[in-house]
């Protein structure tokens, strides 16, 4: 795309200038705007650009190690990478917490401090990235009405780490045109064309409780489901994603409920996964798919046979409104 590609190369000299031999600091958090965001610095500064990537052990089935292979040190990119593993700090912190607006409260401060922490062991910043995109400056420029959820975006502002400026390369994008000029960097495709994944992460899609054994069930059912969408979207059954009309976000959840089953001979006592998936092209409203009955079918056998702890599995019809594309 020679317009995106044009706006990457004026965006890049544009922050080297402004960074001189200035230090940049970025939390990376594998998404796409962040990513985006992180690349276009790394190809602009080099290793003045230091990603923090707080693992919050709420990231979806080897999610972790995949941001690693792209931006750690065996990856593709010329910066400095700190990878966090906070997970067993941000179980500590929501046991016993099952209200969603506590939790997405306790995950969001937990995330700054992690990020605060390693700004401090860092030293002195110059300037701090953030991946906003143009709706997130029209959002926050309107009073908006009821709050529904507390959004946590990744990057949001630390109060303890003292830098001069913040950089904010995408500011006058739309998402398509971020996604275009992810390409004309040479981000791998599967990257540029994630669905969205919220800053709270399964803790937003767990019903009740996190604890390390759920988030395993919840993960373990989500893989199995995202590769058998690819596989039906590769036999035809879907159309693919990351093109107009097609499926804006699908996830498994897990939700609070066990249940009586049967299994062989015997009475099992276990946990309902619901799978959804949604139509939607401003994730303000959304429609549930009617994903092809014999695709939910296969999804269902196999997170029954593979996955532990799980003995029912539900389809959430459920559009927004009045339901909201998150379970919390
Ligand atoms: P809801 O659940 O509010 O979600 O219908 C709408 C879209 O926003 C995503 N989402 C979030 N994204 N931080 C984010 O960066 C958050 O706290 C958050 N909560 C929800 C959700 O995945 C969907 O795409």
Not at 113 to 130: H, M, N, S
Request: hydrophobic share 40%; charged share 25%.
């Amino acid at each position: 795309d020679w317009e995106m590609g044009s706006f990457a190369d004026d965006a890049i000299k544009a922050v080297r200038r402004k960074v001189g031999s200035g230090k940049v600091l970025c939390a990376l958090s594998g998404g796409v705007d962040s990513s985006v965001a992180a690349v276009l610095l790394s190809k602009a500064v080099g290793k003045q650009l230091t990603c923090v990537f707080v693992d919050h052990g709420l990231l979806r089935k080897n999610e972790g190690d995949e941001v690693e292979a792209v931006f750690g040190p065996e990856g593709n990119y010329d910066l400095n990478f700190i990878r966090v593993n906070a997970q067993k700090r941000f179980y500590d912190r929501l046991s016993g917490i099952s209200e969603p607006e506590e939790k997405r409260k306790i995950i969001g401060e937990e995330f700054i401090r992690v990020f605060e922490e390693q700004a401090k062991k860092i030293g002195a910043v110059d300037f701090l990235v953030q991946g906003t995109i143009y709706p997130d400056v029209i959002e926050s420029g309107f009073g908006k009405s009821a709050v529904i959820k507390s959004h946590h975006n990744v990057g949001g502002l630390p109060d303890h780490v003292e830098f001069k400026e913040i950089i904010e390369p995408l500011r006058m994008l739309f998402k398509d045109e971020v996604r275009k000029t992810g390409l004309a960097l040479g981000i791998p495709e599967y990257l540029v064309f994630r669905q969205p994944f919220p800053g709270p992460g399964l803790g937003v899609r767990i019903v009740g409780e996190v604890t390390e054994e759920k988030v395993k069930i919840v993960q373990d059912a989500d893989a199995i489901y995202r590769e058998e969408i690819a596989a039906a979207m590769e036999a035809g059954l879907i159309p693919k994603s990351g093109r107009e009309g097609t499926l804006g976000q699908y996830f498994a959840a897990l939700t609070n409920m066990r249940s009586v089953g049967v299994m062989g001979d015997f009475r099992t006592y276990d946990y309902a996964v619901a799978l959804r998936a949604v139509f939607t092209s401003d994730f303000m409203t959304a429609e549930a798919a009617q994903l092809p009955w014999e695709v939910i079918g296969k999804v269902t056998t196999r997170i029954i046979n593979e996955v532990k702890h799980v003995n029912r599995v539900l389809y959430d019809c459920t559009g927004k409104p009045p339901g909201t594309i998150e379970f919390e």
